[in-house]
Each structure stands twice: as structure tokens, then as C-alpha cells.
């Protein structure tokens, strides 16, 4: 296999996706002075380029993936309680927090489709219910929250969230077009081949596995800095990984702006219409999850143009 | 204490094996997860408020009322979803995330009509006050709901073993594809498992504000995963292995309520990722499942 078309592909996608993107979410705080809400657009791109690194590459798909959302914004908040740690280096505590609860989470992987889809998101679940044991108050603060002491920083921590949204494009197109990324997908088709073949499955999955953890801590930890208090509820809410898997499905997994498309139009329908009723967008969204499911397995991304070969 | 603990660890596992009983069926036919399940059950739980409650119909009639009514809405709802499912590339994954997203529809129309408050039934309404049992004050209702749960094993086993249907339903359960050549009809056997499936989860939501306390439309979620977690327990697959799952899983819930009450609620949650890990194939299970 020749290696050069393939690092042209990645050096293509990084210039002509990745650099067009964080510019244009770079100027965008100019144009539009909703603050919070794009870096709450800026959040949900991470975590659905997160997960698309899980499910598109390796085939898991994490119900609990914000478990390590959550994990990292605790992370961040037990560094600056307990350690009195400057902000940024809590920020990566919050990434190393996710990272671990992902390596401890890694026997998970040998589970399959839906066994391990159910177990993640118990993992989840355990973990929220651990944080929020009234017993442990004095360490997380239990279901009362955290309330943290950190400097109001708008701008960095938006940059620092577009730093990760870079990092974490950047592994997704890495994968696009890397051998790496070639044998992790050959292994997601079938593994038993790929095995065969000399691939070591179980690493490459598990390295996916801890990036994409870490994305989701970091992000989760910078989430905690903007809104420094914050009740386990409300950042261990099943609804983070439920929109990331909706956005992925949406705009189709394993591609690089497909998620991107879903948050542009999902999280843009979403705001556009208003936040006060959350009903509506679920049932929005689980409609869409079943059109999804039922029609268009591979999102947009799936949907074959007239003009374009079929390569099946 | 202890013995308490026990006995109603008992009572409220065999509630739960019921709780899991149409989920089991469900996967063990179609190799569906329907995350519906917990929602189908909270649909039960407002038949229950409005036919008890409002319109003070019997609870006998609830009962079967409820279970003829699902049995029926889980028909059509066969015919919409599974088949076409089951042509798609991986079903089992997809099909959590379809039931997850029905499941996610359920939920908010519920809740956008009702609201999100609790609801609850005064239990005096299936008559009969607490019950002595072996010292042990027990409430009626409590006993009520783990009689019919025995009472809907029985009758799944009968189904199971006795009848045609039920004989073609664990043909396709242990050979899907062999019975198809046998020439088993099976989306009419998968439709009618489906339908059992429905009508199982909404009696076991007709008793569940007597067993939960209260209940609301987003309850869902949280059951479905109990009722994995105990089917898991029992093996997947194996419907009639789910009693088993749901003792268990009773007498450790009223075990850690008793002597560990704040850590009760990440029970569910370990014993399933636990299970899974080291016996995947649940307590009961004989078949190999590739995990």
C-alpha cells in the first residue's frame, strides 16, 4: 500500500475542513454575542467527534459517554477544590480523570454491540451515583454540587474549547486516512480477518477508546470552568450523549464534517426554536433517531446522489 | 431486620422477574434490546391511575385489561419497526438505538400531556391492609403484585411448553434459521412474542406505583436498565431464567437498602456491568453468546 496519497488525504482535510471550521468559530464571537451558547456548540461538536472516534472507527457505541464528560468536569472541580490547582492545570486533570475512568472501563471493551452500549451506560450511571453519594460530601460536595472559585475567563476557555475541537478533528481525519486508522476499521468490519491479519484489535480499539475518553474529559472539564457550579445531574445527564449520538448518526459516523453538519442543523433547530420546552426536542429527536435507524442507517453522508459512484 | 430484608428482597424479586419477563422474551426471539420496555411499563402505570384511581374499575380487570390492550398496541407496533430491522445490516445495535429513540417518544408525548409530576395510588385500593408473614408485616399490595408475578410465569411456561405458538417460539429461539426451513411462520410467532412482550411490562407497570411508590413518564430509562441488569442476571434468552435474575437482584436491593442504604442505587448498575464481564452468558445460560 503506498503511504503518500494517504498522508496527502489527512494534510487535505486538515486544511480544506479543520483550519475553514475553528476560523470561522474563531470570528464568530464577533458577529454574534451569545457567548455561552457557542461554546455550548463548541461542547457538543467535541463530544460528537468524540464518540464519532468510538463508533465510527471501532464500532462501540458508548450510551454513557458522559460518563467521561462528567468524570473530567469533576476532575476539574476536585483539582481546584482540594489540590487549589490553577485552572488550566485542572483542565488537564479533568482530561487525565476521563482518561483513567476510561483505561478502568477498558474490560468493557470485550463486550459487543448492544451488551457493551447498556454496560457503558450503567458505567455511567454508577459513576454519577457514586459522585452524588450524600455519603461522600466532603469530597464532591454529593447531589449539592460544586460550587468553584475560578476565574470568569470567556475567552480562553472558548479557545481552549477550540483547541480541542481541533485536537479531536485532527485524531478523526488522522484515522481517515492513517494505516493506523485502515487496520482499526478493517478490525471494526471484522475482526476475526483482521486478526488474522496480523492486527493487533485489541489496541487499536483501546487506544480510540482512551482518546476519546480524554476528548470528553477535557471538554467537560472546560464546560465546568465557564459554569463553575454545577449538580452531578446536571453534567452527568444521560441528554449529552444522547445529543452526540444524535448529531454523529445524523451526519454519519466514521465521516469528518458529518457530525459537524448534525450540530450545525440540530443544535442550530434546537436554539433557533428555544430551550424552554424540553419535550419537544425530545420527541424531535427520538422521531428523528427512529427516521434515522430505519431509513438512512449512514446519515447523510449514506444518502447516495445520482451523480456520485457507487463503491460497494 | 435480616429477616425482612429477605422476605421482601423475595417479594420484590419475583416482581422484578416480571419486570424483565417481556424483555427477555422480546431479545430472546428477536435479538432485539427494546429499550421501550421501561417506557411501555410507565404507560401501564397511568392505565393503572386512570382505570383504578379515576374511574374505579376493578383491579382484576385492570390487570387484564391492561394486558389485552398492550398485547394488542404491541402487534402493529411489530409490524412497523422489527421486520424491516431485521433486514438492516447489524440489528441488535441498531436496535437500541431505534427503541432507545421510540422510547425517547414515549417519554416526551407523555410528558407534554401529563407533565412531569409524580403519580401515586393509594394501595387500600386493591384491599386488604398489612399482611403477617412469618412476623413480618407485609403490605397487600406488595404480595398482590409477586402472586401475579408468579401467576404469568406459570402462564409462560405453559405457553411456552404446552402450545403450538409457543413450541414455534422457542424453536426460532434456539435455531432461528432452522425454523425458518421447517417453515415456521416467524414474524407471525415474533409478532405475537412481541405482543406478549408489551402486555407483560404494562402489568408489571399496573403494580409498579404500588412497588416504586410513585411513578412519572421519565421512569423509563432507569427500569430499562434494572430489567436488563436482571435479565442479564437470569440470561438473556432465557425467559423463564428471569425469575431467578429477579430474586437475586430483589434480595441484594433490600440487602444494601438495609445496611448500605446510600450506595443502593449503583446496585443495578454494578451487578450488570459485573455480570456481564464475568458470565456473560447469565447464571442459567448454556449457549454460547459472542461477547
Known amino acids: 500500500m503506498r503511504e503518500r496519497p494517504i498522508r496527502r488525504g489527512f494534510v487535505r482535510e486538515a486544511g480544506l475542513a479543520i483550519a475553514p471550521l475553528l476560523a470561522l468559530l474563531a470570528v464568530l464571537p464577533l458577529l454574534y454575542n451569545n457567548q455561552l451558547l457557542l461554546l455550548n456548540a463548541v461542547v457538543f461538536l467535541v463530544l460528537a467527534q468524540g464518540l464519532n472516534l468510538t463508533y465510527g472507527f471501532s464500532g462501540y457505541l458508548p450510551f454513557g459517554y458522559v460518563g467521561f464528560f462528567g468524570a473530567g468536569a469533576y476532575g476539574f472541580a476536585l483539582a481546584t477544590l482540594h489540590a487549589a490547582a490553577p485552572p488550566l492545570a485542572a483542565v488537564l486533570a479533568g482530561g487525565l480523570a476521563a482518561g483513567l475512568a476510561g483505561l478502568l472501563l477498558a474490560p468493557l471493551l470485550r463486550l459487543q454491540g448492544a451488551y457493551f452500549g447498556l454496560a457503558s451506560l450503567a458505567a455511567a450511571e454508577a459513576l454519577r451515583h457514586t459522585i452524588a453519594n450524600p455519603d461522600l460530601e466532603a469530597l464532591t460536595g454529593g447531589p449539592y454540587g460544586v460550587r468553584l472559585d475560578v476565574p470568569y475567563a470567556p475567552r480562553l476557555t472558548y479557545g481552549l474549547a477550540l483547541a480541542i475541537l481541533g485536537l479531536t478533528m485532527g485524531v478523526v481525519a488522522f484515522l481517515r486516512h492513517s494505516r493506523f486508522g485502515l487496520r482499526l476499521r478493517a478490525a471494526r468490519d471484522n475482526p476475526i480477518s483482521a486478526a488474522t491479519a496480523g492486527i493487533d484489535v485489541v489496541r487499536g480499539r483501546l487506544t480510540v477508546w482512551l482518546v476519546s475518553a480524554t476528548a470528553a474529559g477535557l471538554i467537560g472539564a472546560v464546560f465546568a470552568w465557564s459554569a463553575p457550579t454545577f449538580f452531578p445531574d446536571a453534567v452527568f445527564d444521560i441528554s449529552f ?23 450545525a442543523v440540530l443544535y442550530g433547530t434546537y436554539t433557533a426554536i428555544g430551550v424552554s420546552a424540553p419535550q419537544y426536542f425530545q420527541l424531535v429527536y427520538g422521531l428523528l433517531i427512529m427516521a434515522l435507524v430505519m431509513f438512512f442507517p449512514d446519515g447523510l453522508a449514506g444518502i447516495r446522489m445520482p451523480w456520485r459512484r457507487r463503491d460497494d | 431486620m435480616l429477616t425482612y430484608a429477605l422476605l421482601t428482597g423475595l417479594i420484590f424479586g419475583l416482581y422484578f422477574g416480571l419486570v424483565g419477563l417481556g424483555m427477555n422474551l422480546v431479545f430472546g426471539v ?38 389485552v390492550l398492550f398485547f394488542a398496541i404491541g402487534i402493529p407496533v411489530y409490524y412497523a419497526l422489527v421486520p424491516r430491522l431485521q433486514r438492516s445490516r ?27 409530576n409524580e403519580r401515586s395510588i393509594p394501595s387500600r385500593i386493591l384491599g386488604g391492609g398489612p399482611v403477617p408473614v412469618l412476623g413480618q408485616t407485609i403490605p397487600f399490595a406488595w404480595l398482590c403484585a409477586a402472586a401475579v408475578s408468579v401467576g404469568l410465569f406459570c402462564a409462560t411456561y405453559l405457553y411456552l411448553y404446552h402450545t403450538r405458538l409457543g413450541r414455534q417460539t422457542r424453536a426460532i429461539m434456539a435455531q432461528r434459521e432452522e425454523a425458518v426451513t421447517i417453515g415456521v411462520d416467524v414474524n407471525r410467532v415474533s409478532a405475537v412474542a412481541f405482543g406478549l412482550g408489551t402486555g407483560l411490562a404494562a402489568v408489571a407497570g399496573v403494580f409498579a406505583p404500588f412497588m416504586l411508590g410513585s411513578f412519572t413518564p421519565s421512569i423509563g430509562v432507569p427500569i430499562d436498565l434494572v430489567s436488563f441488569a436482571i435479565v442479564v442476571i437470569g440470561s438473556l434468552g432465557n425467559p423463564l431464567g428471569t425469575i431467578l435474575g429477579g430474586a437475586i437482584y430483589g434480595v441484594c436491593l433490600m440487602l444494601m437498602r438495609t445496611y448500605l442504604s446510600s450506595f443502593a442505587d449503583l446496585l443495578p448498575n454494578l451487578v450488570l456491568i459485573l455480570v456481564l464481564l464475568v458470565r456473560p452468558t447469565g447464571l442459567l445460560g448454556r449457549r454460547v453468546r459472542h461477547a
Open chain 2, 30 to 67: 428477536m435479538r432485539i434490546v427494546n429499550l421501550a420496555h421501561g417506557d411501555v411499563l410507565m404507560l401501564g402505570a397511568f392505565t393503572a391511575f386512570w382505570l383504578m384511581r379515576v374511574a374505579a374499575v376493578s383491579p382484576v380487570l385492570t390487570v387484564i385489561g391492561s394486558f
Open chain 1, 241 to 263: 450523549s444522547i445529543f452526540a449520538i444524535v448529531f454523529t448518526l445524523f451526519g454519519g459516523a466514521g465521516t469528518l464534517l458529518g457530525p459537524v453538519i448534525g450540530v
Open chain 2, 90 to 116: 447489524e440489528p441488535e445495535m441498531l436496535s437500541l438505538i431505534l427503541f432507545f429513540g421510540l422510547s425517547q417518544v414515549i417519554e416526551a408525548v407523555m410528558s407534554m400531556l401529563f407533565g412531569n
